[in-house]
């Protein structure tokens, strides 16, 4: 039965593989207009940020778990290598002021802040107790990062447009969701299932601007 289950888990987490790296891939239109034109022409490099905080969060998650966390292993490297390669164009293009803004998130959240937990973890906690304290954090900054469509939904409703909202990045960052949710519950790893299912409940909630 255990192993029926985690073979299952595996078809899940190889199909969230899948999905995730097309949307890690989709914004490289947009930063390839941006290299184009040498201009960021008004473009936030926090979401990107967040991004690449994210997968450094689920990968150090992921070492320290050891057992079954190959395929988070793999999708959080290349997220760290791709947002990595996002924020480095950003910096080379933007105008002074975002530059610096963004330089000061960076040192903020992926220096300071991922050095802070990092450090206190590793010597504060260990074993079962580290885990779950480090999957408590990915699971509360998950939690706020989903918070963040909570705002363009309100600009749909104001604006009665869902232009700032794409039906096709919304239906894949949805199944891309729901894949990680079984692969979490496949696994009893309740961290990664609770932050999938927020996901793609708030998600599947943004279809009714479509109808």
Same mark, same amino acid.
């Given at each position: ?10 078809? !899940? ?7 995730? #790296?097309?949307?890690?891939? /989709? ?27 994210? =997968?450094? %969060?689920?990968?150090?998650? /992921? ?5 079954? =966390? ?7 490297? !290349? ?16 105008? *002074? ?11 903020? &959240?992926?220096? #300071?802040?991922?050095? =802070?937990?990092?450090?206190?973890? &590793?010597?504060?906690?260990?074993? =079962?107790?580290? %885990? ?18 909570? !705002? ?7 604006? *009665? ?7 096709? &990045?919304?239906? #894949? ?24 299912? %927020?996901?793609?409940? &708030?998600?599947?909630? #943004?279809?009714?601007?479509? %109808?």
């Amino acid at each position: 039965m255990t192993m029926h289950r985690e073979s299952w888990a595996f078809v !899940f987490g190889v199909m969230g593989n899948i999905i995730s #790296f097309g949307v890690f891939l /989709a914004p490289l239109p947009t930063f390839y207009q941006i290299y184009k034109k040498k201009s960021t022409e008004g473009f936030q490099s926090l979401p990107y940020v967040v991004a690449l905080f994210s =997968a450094m %969060l689920w990968i150090y998650y /992921a070492f320290v778990k050891r057992e079954t =966390a190959l395929l988070l292993i793999t999708i959080n490297t !290349f997220g760290i290598v791709v947002e990595s390669i996002y924020l480095s164009i950003f910096l080379i293009y933007a105008p *002074r002021k975002p530059r610096l803004t963004t330089i000061k998130l960076l040192l903020l &959240l992926n220096v #300071f802040g991922f050095g =802070a937990m990092l450090l206190s973890t &590793l010597y504060l906690s260990k074993g =079962a107790k580290r %885990l779950a304290i480090i999957g408590w954090i990915c699971l509360v900054f998950n939690i706020s990062v989903f918070a963040a469509p909570l !705002f363009i939904i309100r600009r749909v409703i104001k604006t *009665r447009s869902v232009e700032y909202m794409p039906f096709t &990045l919304s239906m #894949f960052l949805t199944i891309n969701a729901v894949m990680w949710f079984f692969y979490g519950l496949l696994l009893r790893d309740y961290y990664v299932a609770v932050s999938s299912m %927020l996901y793609s409940y &708030l998600h599947i909630h #943004f279809f009714f601007f479509y %109808l």
